[in-house]
């Protein structure tokens, strides 16, 4: 089954570049999408289709992916980007959403 | 912009069931695929089900096989997430969430959400 591995957590210091990375993904044909939670809300969709910015989300956030990892970036990161980020993707083989474990981003 | 409202939470005791709702409003609306995802305290994000825009057509995770299932009343603008033979390992805020592409050829991403319903499960 799909197993998407993110990294616990990730420190930057302000106006420092963060780089989240999703492994196990099937980069030549999966999408990934990702999601920032911040504490007591609802996750907000902050990059589709491993690179397509939605409506309002700044230029600072960007998205790549490459081998079998998909990464979210984040540029001059600000106090307020610190939150939980995950990937995701459909698994078309069996039919599953599956959610990367989730990464921590603390603001130094 | 759709908006999303979950409700339906509260405590239930183990083996019990639970209908949450998600109710749908905005302008422009138009019914769309709607995911569910649950999370934990403290854990992670988990994909529960989705429901497509025609209503027939859904898919659940392995762990929702068996106890939960997903449906949606168009007339109420609607979708349900019908909970039985419930564990404490439900125990979860519960989330539901519109799909990206509008839920006419499967999932893909979520992209507007509630702000969830909170069950609890204990005896």
């Known amino acids: 089954s799909y197993v998407l591995t993110q990294p616990p957590s990730v420190s930057v210091g302000p106006g420092q570049t963060a780089r989240i990375p999703c492994g196990g993904v099937?980069?030549?044909?999966?999408?990934v999408f990702w999601y920032q939670q911040k504490p007591g809300q609802a996750p907000a969709l902050v990059m589709s289709y491993d690179s397509d910015r939605p409506s309002g989300i700044p230029e600072r956030f960007s998205g790549s992916s490459s081998g079998s990892t998909a990464t979210l970036t984040i540029s001059g990161v600000e106090a307020g980007d610190e939150a939980d980020y995950y990937c995701?993707?459909?698994?078309?083989?069996?039919?599953?959403?599956?959610f990367g474990g989730g990464t921590q981003l603390t603001v130094l | 912009q759709v908006h999303l409202v979950e409700s339906g939470g509260g405590v239930v005791r183990p083996g019990g069931s639970l209908r949450l709702s998600c109710a749908a409003s905005g302008l422009n609306f138009r019914p769309s695929g709607i995911h569910w995802v649950r999370q934990a305290p403290g854990q992670g994000l988990e994909w529960l089900a989705f429901i497509m825009s025609n209503g027939r057509d859904y898919f659940l995770s392995e762990s929702a096989k068996g106890r939960f299932s997903i449906s949606r009343d168009f007339s109420r603008d609607t979708v349900y997430l019908q909970m039985t033979s419930v564990r404490p390992e439900d125990t979860a805020t519960y989330y539901c969430?519109?799909?990206?592409?509008?839920?006419?050829?499967?999932?893909?991403?979520?992209?507007?959400w509630g702000q969830g319903s909170v069950v609890t499960v204990s005896s």
């Open positions: 969430a519109t799909d990206l592409e509008g839920g006419t050829s499967g999932p893909s991403g979520a992209d507007v």
């Open positions: 995701q993707v459909w698994d078309s083989t069996t039919d599953q959403v599956v």
């Open positions: 099937n980069t030549g044909g999966d999408s």
